[in-house]
Each structure stands twice: as structure tokens, then as C-alpha cells.
């Protein structure tokens, strides 16, 4: 089960980067955000499944990706509310995630471990950015329709993502100290939120214009 969730997760994320690159000339500046996580994710994931098969520790990876995964979503943030200051903001942003992803390696999770305590840092960062923007896009007046919105959907696959994945890495390691018949389903719904996020995700650029021929 858990190869075939894998798998499904890896085809999921390759599909997203296709559409990405096809659309790539009729999308805009937020949507490539977009694409370049895709990218880092399937880079990442595909490293990872190397690295496993080689019996080499592949946790170092996450602690790196988990960094341009915020910086990146930090930058679609201030890219979606429209603030003149996102160049400096994303400076003080990639600093403090780099700062704070190396003391969680020296002190607490070194890089031979996973890194949970930034993964939590991470969803209790993006959870609110997703429902400030979401916020911020109901109240626009030139949107006619949120459905046909790229932002609208980014925005709410992430607030479903990063919402799962406090619940997954707060609760999943107690339900398995304390013996409790969970850890399975919650790690199998986990998978399929995130099939889900990056199906979501990946749509985000068919409703971008068709490059032209």
C-alpha cells in the first residue's frame, strides 16, 4: 500500500511539473513560484528514493528542502498580498529559516534525524499565511470567479497540506509511543492528502492561458 501511495505521489508530481513547463510561457510570476516547488519537490523525492536504495540516511535532504519550501511559499505569500517590501521581507525570511533550520541541527535534530520540529514551525507558518491570503483574495473586487483563480486554489491546497501535516507529525509519533491502532491510517490518509495537495497544485496551471503555437 504504501509503495503504491508513493508512486501515485511521484506520478502526481511529475504530471504537475509537465503541466508546468507546457504552460510554462502563458504563466505568471506567482505561478512559476509554483512550478520551481514542484520541481525542488520531485528533485527532492526522486534524491531521496536514490539515496534509500543505496542505504544511504537521506534526512539531510529534508532538512535543506524543508528551507527552500518555506522561503519559496513565504515568497508566494508576499507576492499574493501585493506588498512593495517582498524583496527585503524574503531576505529577512531566508535568514531566519536558515538560522533557525541549523540551530534545530546542532541542538535538537541533528541531520541524521528527521526534522519534525521545523515541518511543525513550517505548518504553524503557513497555515495562517493561507488563511490571510485566502482572506485577502475574497476581498479583491476584480475577481469574478475564485474557482478559475490559480491563487484561490494554491491557497486552499495549502491550508489543507500544512493543516494535515501539524496534526500528522504532532500526534502520529504519540499514537505509536502509546501502542494506540492509528499510525497505519493516519500515515495513509497523510499520503493521499498529499496526492490530493499536488493534484491541486498542479491543476493551478491549466487555468493559465495555452501557450501559443
Known amino acids: 500500500m504504501r509503495d503504491i501511495?508513493?508512486?501515485?505521489?511521484?506520478?502526481?508530481?511529475?504530471?504537475?511539473v509537465l503541466l508546468g513547463l507546457y504552460r510554462y510561457k502563458g504563466v505568471d510570476d506567482k505561478g512559476k513560484i509554483i512550478l520551481y516547488l514542484?520541481?525542488?519537490?520531485?528533485?527532492?523525492?526522486?534524491?531521496a528514493l536514490i539515496l534509500t536504495?543505496?542505504?544511504?540516511?537521506?534526512?539531510?535532504?529534508?532538512?535543506?528542502?524543508?528551507?527552500?519550501?518555506?522561503?519559496?511559499t513565504s515568497l508566494y505569500f508576499f507576492k499574493t498580498i501585493k506588498t512593495r517590501y517582498y524583496k527585503v521581507l524574503i531576505v529577512i525570511t531566508v535568514i531566519f529559516w536558515i538560522v533557525l533550520g541549523s540551530l534545530n541541527a546542532i541542538f535538537y535534530q541533528p541531520l541524521s534525524t528527521l526534522n519534525t520540529n521545523i515541518l511543525l514551525l513550517e505548518s504553524v507558518s503557513i497555515i495562517p499565511m493561507s488563511i490571510y491570503a485566502l482572506y485577502v483574495i475574497f476581498l479583491a473586487d476584480?475577481?469574478?470567479?475564485?474557482?478559475?483563480y490559480p491563487l484561490f486554489w494554491v491557497w486552499a491546497c495549502f491550508l489543507l497540506y500544512w493543516s494535515t501535516t501539524f496534526f500528522f507529525w504532532a500526534y502520529v509519533r504519540a499514537f505509536d509511543q502509546a501502542h494506540l491502532p492509528y499510525e497505519n491510517l493516519i500515515t495513509y490518509s497523510q499520503g493521499m492528502v498529499n496526492i490530493i495537495n499536488y493534484i491541486g497544485l498542479g491543476y493551478t496551471f491549466l487555468l493559465y492561458p495555452k501557450p501559443n503555437k
Do not use: C, M, R, W
Request: net charge negative.
Open 5 to 16: 501511495l508513493f508512486i501515485t505521489y511521484l506520478s502526481v508530481l511529475t504530471l504537475g
Open 38 to 47: 514542484l520541481i525542488a519537490t520531485v528533485l527532492t523525492e526522486g534524491t
Open 53 to 72: 536504495k543505496n542505504q544511504v540516511n537521506q534526512e539531510p535532504l529534508y532538512h535543506l528542502y524543508s528551507i527552500i519550501e518555506i522561503v519559496l
Open 142 to 148: 476584480d475577481i469574478q470567479n475564485v474557482l478559475k
